[in-house]
């Protein structure tokens, strides 16, 4: 495709405020949201309805949402809804990704055919006032002065020249519109090819995913995955997906072999081909400086805006879609013939960041980090956790729950207090600390403490703290982000295995790299807070890190007094949140005595903290489905003792210590202690210790003077006791 030359051509009858080349479910959400909003749209698209397009048909959780709220679920009644997804990984196992960790009405994903599922969204956008061309082939973009103001289409055996306020490119992976105006790259596509098999039997409901996937003779890991999304009780939609370009010609020997393998695994597995095998270009170039030029945008497979671990496109095709039209609409509000779009490449980079952005010039990263999902598989150590949740679970669902200790506090902060600007600064500037230089831990960097709402995190602490100071200190967005990152540098030192297994290497290699990169960018930018800032996070750090240090000491120890282990609980969790109510007051310029209470403060809300998740942790209540708690059991198999387990050591006879002491446990040894811990009356005895230090923690507080600022923490120091979000009526009532 080039840009428009001299063929004759006749002008369209009526300027557009944007034309949508593409009608598949990113051009049709652009479309559909702009016409929602009345602006005059025309959306083309070369085909006519309804066609089908090479694709997995998986519809996530976040896709559903968007599909609810733009009318369309109504028209996809036979759709295959799954409660989830069961990744596969070679060699290691599986594990199930479930949604009905957030009960509700979209608690799960559907699997859809592209041409119901096209068509559905083509029909409702029509419905809502979009113009719609078929068979309607976009030949050239139209541009003038440096600036993309329309398109030439071919219909009906002539030319005709579509003038708009802007363009949106939504034709596709190969996008030739994008390719005209210099957004596209040459080259830097992978390829996905896919079928459908019948008469299967034992398909689970559940999108199924396998990592990753190797040639014949299994001699060489393939950046690649495999996939059997079922569309009925007998029917799947299967395919592979390879991201590295060059590898096209390899693609049918992988499938071949991908299929074979499921075949010998499953016996029940058989199958029978319905149609051909159909291919399509996976896109791996997601760069958002190239989704945006004047007059221009691009969306969906277009933009490169594709997960590479699974193949999903669909919620990134329509989320995309959606963000074009509302930064197209503001535009136009500013200047209806011009509108300024360029800030939708900053929109996509807030959103998509880390593992959208690499593409190939990064696929030896996305090695790396296979082999780490490979290696660290079967861990339930948090940053392995977070790192399977970051890459392969970006939509939502999944591990979030298990490790999502903390809830939204919004509620409990008083009126007056705007702290979530500044929380989403943090954010920002955490994200795009890590960029740079690996871009996938950019997600993994805003993954730990989850969304949304306001959480009860170091950021949170310190910008509460400023308030006895002067709250608009010019450096408190990069403390805040030094403290989070300083966070967890730490937690991903808890990947670090003691003795090295075969597997562990791997895993090791990525929670060293990955504290260290973390570290380092956490002291850069608390520099601004100068020396004292820098010291107050190195000896926080040193002190969590000695803490875990004497922790492992103690692994399996059954012996340990509770005196020795409230110190480490002092080391670890409480220098912890003592730093960011110390650091947020020394950097505001609030008073000595005010500094000395709110980290005395921070300490003693710290251990409330942690006696409280120990509790929550043993009796199941942060925990996925299963008779016993994951966390509990991983703590228990490592040997780790929390505060009710050293408890019901000394209030039963030996049969919990004989289990410790094998120091191997088993899942039905695991089930046994937890079930002695429970019985024993540990748990009350532990609540009681987590009131007394909360309320330390509120005596601290009556030494500050009286505001919002003050409310707020009496709240969450409620909260961290009960991990109930009282009435905003109420804030603190238990304690002030």
């Known amino acids: 495709m080039k840009i428009v030359d001299a063929v004759d051509a006749v002008d369209a009858p009526d300027r557009y405020d944007a034309v949508v080349v593409g009608a598949g479910p990113a051009g049709c959400s652009a479309a559909y949201h702009l016409a929602v909003r009345g602006r005059r749209v025309l959306l083309l698209d070369a085909q006519r309805f309804p066609r089908d397009k090479p694709c997995g048909d998986a519809v996530t959780q976040r896709a559903v949402r968007i599909l609810d709220a733009m009318g369309v679920l109504g028209s996809l009644p036979h759709a295959e809804r799954m409660r989830g997804m069961r990744v596969h990984m070679r060699d290691r196992g599986r594990r199930d990704f479930l949604y009905e960790a957030y009960p509700g009405s979209d608690s799960h994903c559907l699997i859809v055919p592209r041409a119901v599922l096209d068509e559905a969204v083509r029909t409702r956008t029509a419905a809502v006032g979009a ?6 082939a976009v030949t050239a973009p139209i541009v003038e002065g440096g600036r993309v103001v329309g398109v030439r289409v071919h219909r009906d055996g002539r030319f005709i020249d579509v003038r708009a306020a802007a363009v949106v490119a939504a034709d596709g992976a190969r996008s030739p519109l994008a390719s005209a105006v210099g957004l596209r790259p040459e080259g830097d596509l992978g390829v996905g090819i896919r079928g459908y098999l019948t008469d299967l039997r034992g398909l689970p409901d559940l999108q199924e995913v396998f990592l990753s996937l190797d040639d014949v003779a299994g001699r060489e890991l393939l950046p690649s995955f495999g996939w059997v999304n079922p569309t009925c009780a007998s029917q799947a939609n299967i395919g592979v997906g390879l991201f590295r370009p060059g590898y096209e010609g390899r693609a049918e020997e992988v499938l071949q072999n991908f299929l074979t393998r499921l075949g010998t695994g499953r016996q029940t597995f058989g199958g029978r081909l319905r149609g051909e095998w159909a291919t399509a270009p996976f896109p791996l170039d997601f760069a958002p400086d190239r989704c945006v030029a004047n007059g221009i945008l691009l969306v969906g497979d277009a933009a490169g805006l594709v997960n590479p671990f699974t193949g999903e496109g669909i919620s990134y095709a329509l989320e995309s879609g959606r963000t074009a039209a509302e930064v197209i609409d503001r ?20 959103s998509y960041s880390g593992w959208l952005t690499a593409g190939r010039r990064s696929a030896h990263r996305y090695q790396f980090v296979w082999r780490v999902l490979e290696s660290t598989f079967d861990s339930e150590r948090a940053p392995f956790a977070l790192c399977r949740r970051a890459v392969l679970l970006p939509e939502g669902t999944g591990e979030l729950r298990a490790h999502r200790t903390i809830g939204d506090v919004a509620a409990l902060l008083s009126p007056g207090l705007d702290v979530r600007t500044d929380l989403l600064g943090v954010g920002e500037l955490m994200t795009s600390a890590v960029r740079g230089e690996w871009p996938f831990l950019a997600r993994l960097a805003t993954s730990g403490w989850g969304d949304p709402g306001v959480q009860l995190r170091p950021a949170l602490l310190l910008l509460l703290a400023t308030h006895f100071g002067d709250p608009g200190t010019r450096c408190r967005i990069k403390l805040g982000a030094a403290i989070e990152l300083s966070a967890l540098a730490a937690l991903a030192q808890l990947g670090v295995e003691d003795t090295p297994t075969p597997h562990s290497g791997w895993g090791n290699r990525f929670a060293i790299l990955v504290s260290d990169l973390l570290m380092a960018k956490s002291l850069h930018l608390a520099g601004d807070g100068g020396p004292e800032a820098l010291e107050l996070i190195s000896r926080a750090v040193g002190k969590v890190c000695t ?13 340990v007094s509770e005196d020795e282990h409230l110190s480490l609980v002092e080391l670890q969790t409480a220098s912890s949140f003592e730093l960011p109510c110390r650091l947020g007051a020394v950097v505001a310029g609030a008073e000595p005595p005010h500094v000395s209470a709110l980290a005395s403060y921070g300490r003693a809300l710290g251990v409330t903290f942690r006696l409280t998740e120990d ?25 780790t003792l929390a505060h009710p387990v050293l408890v019901a050591l000394r209030r039963t006879q030996g049969r919990l210590a004989s289990l410790i002491h094998r120091g191997c446990l088993t899942a039905d040894d695991v089930d046994e202690a937890v079930a002695i811990v429970r019985g024993s009356g ?13 309320g330390r923690a509120a005596e601290a507080l009556e030494a500050l003077p009286q505001g919002p600022a003050r409310a707020s923490l009496f709240a969450l120091t409620e909260y961290a006791l009960t991990r109930q979000v009282s009435e905003r009526a109420d804030l603190g009532s238990s304690f002030e």
């Open 547 to 559: 803490g875990r240090i004497r922790e492992r000491r103690h692994a399996f120890d059954a012996g």
């Open 615 to 639: 509790i929550r942790i043993l009796t199941g209540v942060t925990g996925v489905t299963g008779p016993v708690d994951k966390d509990a059991g991983a703590a228990l198999r490592e040997g």
């Open 131 to 136: 113009e719609l061309w078929e068979e309607a």
């Open 682 to 694: 540990a748990l009350d005895l532990t609540m009681e210790l987590a009131r007394e230090q909360a």
């Open 331 to 350: 535009g136009l509000i500013c200047d209806p013939v011009r509108p300024d779009l360029l800030d939708y490449a900053l929109l996509l980079e807030n």
